[in-house]
């Protein structure tokens, strides 16, 4: 059986949303126990349970929706003609955000820590001295750039992986999966053969945002596009939303019990194995996969989210993720030096970001020959003859 996608505007709408969660996520991280660039120096419990909530599936979701997109995006396009508009949707806006907009936030990290004291110029100098880093980010301080470094090597490394797929061979494995997922509940046994995969790889010695994490995203990049090339997967996720919610819900609770908030403090800061580590592991990858099952499911059912994504929300999406965190850091930068509470200074942080974020998006986005630079899709490559073809990045 064919992939039989129709519309898919939900794909566009859950996007949107998508980036919006990392955005709270980067507004929450001055007030977590965790160590990042801008902090305060009151801290929050609370919220570093929110973060753990958001940071164990709202990555991977973006990551899914990204597979799912390179997989639409290849019914329209040659191999070489996918390469050629991830290398300009994606490397091209990323070497622009680079050099933009990571020498400020080292500046404003080195100010704030009282490693540096030097002039923004000479910060800037400092920066560009020595560029290079660990695999696989191959550079120095990306923050939260990385995302991009990720996505394009998971689009040039599934690409054969999805050609693959959409041959003879590929479309039996396929057929053989989606016949195995009628029945209700079954899309989640999809986690499965990931448990093993994660318990090996996710505590592999490596920098931050190491080959531990490359793998465990990737996993979920190309199951986004294992759904969407089978209607009956399609169909599979829908129907298990509230299944998958139950398990997103019960492996995360679990956790948090068993103490899993505690383990991962300490293990983010030095991964390895350990006898906890095995318990964690499997929790982890069974919550996320839960989580994602939920939102991609009940973004299927939303009937909001059947219309067309708004063509300036839909431009303004990469230019808002792109310049997000750099205004979140400056605005902390002040933020966290008043003598306030943290819900005080949240009260000001959420709001100031958004609108300047919002506002520096949608300039971006609207400006023609900028906005190319920024990630913004041309929009000759909207398909108004096929409005089924969705390509989220």
Request: proline share 6%; hydrophobic share 55%; glycine share 10%.
């Amino acid at each position: 059986m064919g992939d039989g996608v129709g519309r898919l505007s939900y794909l566009d709408w859950l996007r949107v949303l998508a980036v919006f969660g990392v955005f709270v996520f980067h507004t929450l991280r001055p007030f977590d126990d965790a160590d990042w660039h801008v902090k305060n120096a009151e801290t929050s419990e609370g919220i570093s349970i929110g973060i753990a909530f958001l940071g164990l599936w709202g990555l991977a979701f973006f990551f899914l929706l990204s597979g799912a997109g390179a997989w639409l995006a290849l019914r329209w396009r040659t191999a070489g003609g996918f390469v050629r508009e991830r290398l300009l949707r994606l490397l091209l806006p990323f070497a622009i955000a680079y050099v933009l907009l990571s020498p400020p936030q080292y500046y404003l990290e080195q100010h704030h820590k009282g490693e540096s004291d030097a002039s923004f110029l000479n910060d800037v100098k400092t920066f560009f001295s020595d560029l290079g880093g660990d695999p696989p980010l191959w550079l120095r301080d990306t923050y939260h750039l990385w995302f991009l470094v990720y996505l394009l090597q998971f689009a040039l490394l599934g690409l054969p992986i999805f050609l693959w797929l959409r041959g003879p061979h590929g479309r039996r494995l396929v057929d053989w999966i989606a016949e195995r997922c009628t029945r209700r509940g079954s899309i989640l046994l999809l986690a499965v053969p990931l448990i093993p995969v994660h318990l090996l790889l996710l505590a592999a010695p490596g920098p931050d945002h190491g080959w531990g994490e490359f793998v465990f995203f990737f996993d979920f990049f190309v199951v986004g596009a294992l759904v969407m090339s089978d209607s009956r997967l399609i169909a599979a996720v829908r129907r298990d939303a509230i299944p998958g919610l139950v398990l997103g819900i019960g492996a995360f609770v679990t956790g948090v019990v068993t103490g899993i908030i505690d383990f991962l403090e300490g293990w983010w800061e030095d991964p390895g194995y350990s006898w906890p580590y095995l318990w964690y592991s499997p929790l982890i990858t069974l919550a996320v996969w839960g989580w994602l099952v939920a939102v991609l499911g009940g973004g299927m059912r939303l009937r909001a989210f059947r219309r067309p994504l708004p063509t300036p929300l839909a431009r303004a999406a990469m230019p808002f993720f792109l310049v997000h965190q750099p205004i979140i850091l400056l605005i902390a930068f002040y933020v966290v030096d008043w003598n306030a509470g943290i819900w005080s200074k949240y009260a000001v942080l959420l709001p100031a970001a958004f609108v300047a974020s919002a506002a520096l998006a949608w300039l971006l986005s609207a400006l023609p020959g900028v906005s190319l630079l920024f990630g913004v899709k041309r929009p000759i490559e909207h398909r108004a003859s096929r409005p089924e073809a969705s390509d989220a990045a």
